[in-house]
């Protein structure tokens, strides 16, 4: 029998997901399955990722985190969740390069250090995507191979959806211990190629409710939630499964808003009210609705999480258009070059129709920017070592700059 | 048998309502039947009120109808409806004082003039009031003495609830016909002296959607709606109804602030969503939720019709620094002294504590202006000739300053 490795490194990243069919209330706060099913899509890590360095080592002493380039207490209830989920699955699932029965890996202390590409400030909903990359890491670094779905669950609800890339169902499940409220690819992200995902930074003044308590409110208070949940969503799911396998985007589009719409609503009749669209929300939607009116089609769709930012989708044929659209309505306060990140997009002239069709008076700043994407695919295994964000001391790197932003993701 | 008078007029005034729980959806388009009950607070006519002159002769030639000094155009579909409706019940109830068979008054043409005490700009829902002293005015003028709920209801759904003082309950019927969906008093205006009622005009930009359309569009798009109507509006109305009898103003208060959100959350689930609040209305909303949570008890509740402007309702003993908050955290944006009209509200200095319970930067000129009122009684009849609209011609009286602003109310 070999002996066991006395340290093991792994980098993973993982991306963010963003649900068209919305996850809000919670029928076990324990075990954090959901009122209802969800499905989201799986955005580019090109444009937005989380990446994870996890270390064991038999020498190291005690677990430690560190996020976004600072050590954080590791004894926060979801990490730990997270943390004895995989030992649990680890013990009943050992991967085939387990070096035996020499010292259990198992019982190593480990190293994590995650980060973002993206500002956290921005209200991006990061968590999904973090508690994803550490889920995948742990089980890369501790040698599990089994799905994973329960252990990013425990971290945050959603974060199960960002295991895989392109179009996610998480199925509720019917079972009171969980098994079966897992995440399901629905769809790769190969295949829809022409849709485009338009991320708007939203300005806000307030920090909005965290979803953990919001959405416990909501349960707690709005009747309308619990009819959402069993009597609108089944349907709806069904619905969006068909128009993503059909790539009918007029009906995925407008699914998307009215869900969204619903979601928010639910918000509405929690008491107290929980407000996460803004008057700038409300903007965006009115522009969406508009463009859409102008063509006589649904050619973007928007949706809100919880925050004001707006995610809009659209086709690579209207995306010229929309964009014009959008900053024709929302003109950046200053410099106007930075308006637009990640994916190129020609600068087109709106024409004096579609200006006046969207009858709003170009308001400087309530965009911060725009940040242009597509689907894309699941977590990814960095094999270069030059993209850990822990040393061979186990410990951060020096932040001489983020390492893993210019880190290339395999393709 | 005496002969019929050849010139008769009339004028009464009739107040402004407001829901606590909402009607949002009819269930007939045609007789304006509505989807749910709903219950209302009649507001003072000292402070908001419509007077409607309606005289008729045989000597007219045609039905003509002024609205606050303009001659409009009589043959609009809901005021016809009111007419008919009107001479339906006149063929089965004549009244009294109904001077026989000779030529019938009810064949006679009819000239109306309307106006309301308050600017119609400031989006108060001025048709429950008009229709309803339309109807309250018709029926006098016509001899007609029969309950006017049908015939206010056709000019406006919530009309019916201006037919009464204090507060009002809607009953949706059953009927097919509508015969049985009609207003009713719950309690007059003195059962609950206590209760006092601030409107609160706030600035906005654009003219919010119709009710007609916008709760028509709900009928037709949200699956909420139907939920709500049918399975959270009936144990409502009976709770409602408990606490206007128990002046439990705490239940009264905060099922108020309730069904007001899910009015609107309903909106929001309409397809494509309507939005009535704007971040003005929400920062009430948040005022209002301190308020009572450094309180630590429901003090004061608000309510929002199909626009942003609000109705908060609070017992005397609070009224002063309920004023004073919205003043401390709304500042008029410049003459101070016209920011509360109506009721006298004694100044007081808030409390350093309730400032920072508040938690809201002071920003100027979101409230236009607040009308201090309480609940009132129903039609009146003003019995002064000096206060009719129309001159001994059955024409608008030269509008040398509104003549009805200064009729004293009968009391």
């Known amino acids: 029998m070999a002996s066991e ?5 792994v980098t993973c990243t993982a991306p963010v997901n963003i649900a068209v069919i919305k996850y809000w209330g919670k029928r076990d706060k324990e075990l954090i399955l959901p009122l209802n099913s969800s499905l989201s899509v799986t955005l580019h890590q090109d444009q937005l990722r989380t990446t994870t360095t996890a270390a064991i080592s038999k020498d190291f002493t ?31 699932h050992r991967s085939s390069d387990d070096d035996g029965d020499g010292p ?14 993206f500002p956290t400030a921005a209200g991006l909903a990061s968590s999904a995507a973090g508690y994803a990359c550490l889920a995948y890491t742990l089980a890369r670094v501790y040698g599990v191979e089994a799905e994973l779905s329960e252990v990013a669950r425990r971290g945050s609800g959603s974060a199960c959806r960002s295991l895989y890339g392109g179009f996610v169902e998480w199925h509720m499940g019917e079972r009171p ?6 995440a399901q690819q629905v769809a790769p992200e190969s295949h829809w190629p022409e ?70 609503a639910t918000c509405l009749d929690t008491f107290p009210p929980i407000s996460y669209l803004n008057d700038t929300s ?63 997009v020609r600068p087109v002239t709106l024409s004096d129709e579609l200006k006046a069709a969207l009858a709003l008076d170009p308001t400087p700043g309530r965009i911060r920017y ?19 964000l822990l040393g061979p001391d186990g410990l951060l790197k ?6 893993s932003l210019g880190c290339p993701l395999p393709s």
């Open 195 to 264: 849709l485009r995902v338009l991320v708007l930074v939203v300005s806000s003044e307030q920090k909005p409710m965290g979803s953990t308590v919001g959405m416990q409110s909501s349960v707690e208070t709005s009747a309308l939630l619990q009819f959402r949940a069993t009597s609108v969503v089944p349907a709806r799911m069904a619905e969006m499964i068909r128009c993503v396998r059909e790539r009918d985007f007029a009906g995925f589009g407008e699914l998307t808003m009215k869900d969204s719409n619903q979601f928010h």
């Open 5 to 9: 490795k006395p340290f093991r490194m």
């Open 62 to 92: 005690e677990d430690r985190l560190w996020l976004n380039g600072m050590e954080v207490d590791v004894g926060q209830p979801r990490l730990q969740s997270c943390l004895r989920e995989i030992h649990r699955l680890a013990q009943k």
């Open 398 to 403: 020096p932040a001489a700059g983020s390492p």
């Open 177 to 182: 211990d969980g098994r079966d409220s897992v």
């Open 282 to 344: 409300w903007a965006i939607m009115h522009l969406v609705h508009r463009f859409n009116a102008h063509h006589g089609q649904t050619k973007a769709a928007y949706t809100f999480d919880a925050g004001p930012n707006a995610v809009v989708f659209t086709l690579e044929d209207s995306l010229e258009d929309l964009v014009a659209a959008l900053r024709h309505c929302f003109p950046p306060e200053s410099n106007g070059d930075k308006f637009l990140k990640g994916l190129p």
């Open 370 to 388: 725009v940040i242009a994407t597509k689907a894309g695919p699941g977590p990814q295994v960095l094999d270069d070592p030059d993209c850990h």
């Open 104 to 117: 259990p890996r198992l019982s190593y202390k480990v190293h994590v250090a995650s980060e973002n590409n």
